[in-house]
């Protein structure tokens, strides 16, 4: 299937590792222009950046300023905006429960999940309606309807998040502007399975290993394992081509059947 999306310019946020990576590489294997924004390269990243339009901007999202600095160098090195990829995210465990996250916990998570996302969409958008149709997907979580008491923040976020993107669906689609959500369950990145990642921390804290960690969560899957950040971008893809043009306000769950309710 063509997804018609060569010549197009994306911005995706979070772009050095994990989903991020994956949505960049495959942007750029479908022929698009990306500013790819991260606090750090990585080797993955540049090794793309020296071989396709692939722009690398160092910038720390969480900051007030940052968003608009990627997009507005995104539009004045590329001449305009047709893709945006919110996909900036963290969580940390809450192993200690509510009473434990304190302000400054609440205030990280609800920065990089959901203000960075607020923030980047607003800068992005007059860029997205004057070169419309495009599209906003913004890498939601499962975790959006599916509430945990162990990463109790990051659920919060997430349900912002997307609530979020179904209400701007709203205003920008008679502008022309699609924009849709993607959530995942458990994916094979840094975030679940890294040295400082979900299943290591639960594992350090339970006295268990982080691949038992991970085994047991995966089982909770239908299809037995966790996402493959390249299954993510497949769908990112769909959703950023012209293919799904009249899909809006949506949200695909990739969980591999994690969630067992309608
Ligand atoms: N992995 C999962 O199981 C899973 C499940 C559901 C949803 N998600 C969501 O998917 C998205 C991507 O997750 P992932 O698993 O791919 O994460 P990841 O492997 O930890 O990668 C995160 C990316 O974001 C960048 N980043 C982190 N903090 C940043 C900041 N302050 N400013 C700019 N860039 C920053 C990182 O690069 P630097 O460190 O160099 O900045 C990296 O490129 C997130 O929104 C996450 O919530 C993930």
Same mark, same amino acid.
């Given at each position: 299937?063509?997804?018609?999306?060569?010549?197009?310019?994306?911005?995706?946020?979070?772009?050095?590792?994990?989903?991020?990576?994956?949505?960049?590489?495959?942007?750029?294997?479908?022929?698009?222009?990306?500013?790819?924004?991260?606090?750090?390269?990585?080797?993955?990243?540049?090794?793309?950046?020296?071989?396709?339009?692939?722009?690398?901007?160092?910038?720390?999202? =969480?900051?007030?300023?940052?968003?608009?600095?990627? #997009?507005?160098?995104? $539009? !004045? *090195?590329?001449? +305009?905006? %047709?893709?945006?990829?919110?996909?900036?995210?963290?969580?940390?465990?809450?192993?200690?429960?509510?009473?434990?996250?304190?302000?400054?916990?609440?205030?990280?998570?609800?920065?990089?999940?959901?203000?960075?996302?607020?923030?980047?969409?607003?800068?992005?958008?007059?860029?997205?309606?004057?070169?419309?149709?495009?599209?906003?997907?913004?890498?939601?979580?499962?975790?959006?309807?599916?509430?945990?008491?162990?990463?109790?923040?990051?659920?919060?976020?997430?349900?912002?998040?997307?609530?979020?993107?179904?209400?701007?669906?709203?205003?920008?689609?008679?502008?022309?502007?699609?924009?849709?959500?993607?959530?995942?369950?458990?994916?094979? =990145?840094?975030?679940?399975?890294?040295?400082?990642? #979900?299943?290591?921390? $639960? !594992? *350090?804290?339970? +006295?268990? %290993?982080?691949?038992?960690?991970?085994?047991?969560?995966?089982?909770?899957?239908?299809?037995?394992?966790?996402?493959?950040?390249?299954?993510?971008?497949?769908?990112?893809?769909?959703?950023?081509?012209?293919?799904?043009?009249?899909?809006?306000?949506?949200?695909?769950?990739?969980?591999?059947?994690?969630?067992?309710?309608?």
């Amino acid at each position: 299937m063509d997804l018609n999306l060569s010549g197009k310019v994306a911005v995706v946020t979070g772009a050095s590792k994990g989903i991020g990576l994956a949505i960049t590489q495959s942007l750029a294997a479908e022929g698009v222009t990306v500013a790819a924004g991260a606090r750090q390269g990585s080797d993955e990243l540049s090794e793309l950046a020296s071989r396709a339009p692939v722009h690398v901007i160092a910038v720390d999202l =969480t900051t007030p300023e940052g968003p608009a600095r990627l #997009v507005d160098e995104a $539009v !004045a *090195r590329f001449g +305009g905006l %047709d893709i945006l990829v919110n996909n900036v995210g963290a969580v940390r465990p809450r192993l200690d429960g509510f009473l434990a996250v304190t302000d400054e916990d609440w205030d990280a998570a609800l920065t990089i999940n959901f203000l960075t996302a607020v923030r980047t969409t607003r800068a992005a958008l007059p860029h997205l309606v004057a070169r419309a149709p495009s599209t906003i997907v913004t890498i939601s979580s499962v975790n959006a309807f599916l509430p945990d008491p162990g990463v109790i923040d990051y659920c919060a976020a997430k349900a912002a998040l997307s609530n979020f993107c179904k209400s701007l669906s709203k205003e920008f689609g008679p502008l022309g502007v699609r924009v849709n959500t993607v959530s995942p369950g458990p994916v094979e =990145t840094a975030l679940w399975l890294g040295d400082e990642g #979900v299943a290591a921390t $639960v !594992a *350090r804290a339970t +006295g268990g %290993d982080p691949a038992g960690v991970a085994k047991q969560v995966a089982a909770e899957a239908a299809t037995g394992r966790f996402t493959r950040p390249q299954e993510v971008a497949d769908l990112v893809l769909l959703l950023a081509s012209g293919r799904a043009g009249n899909v809006t306000g949506s949200d695909l769950v990739i969980d591999g059947g994690l969630v067992k309710t309608l």
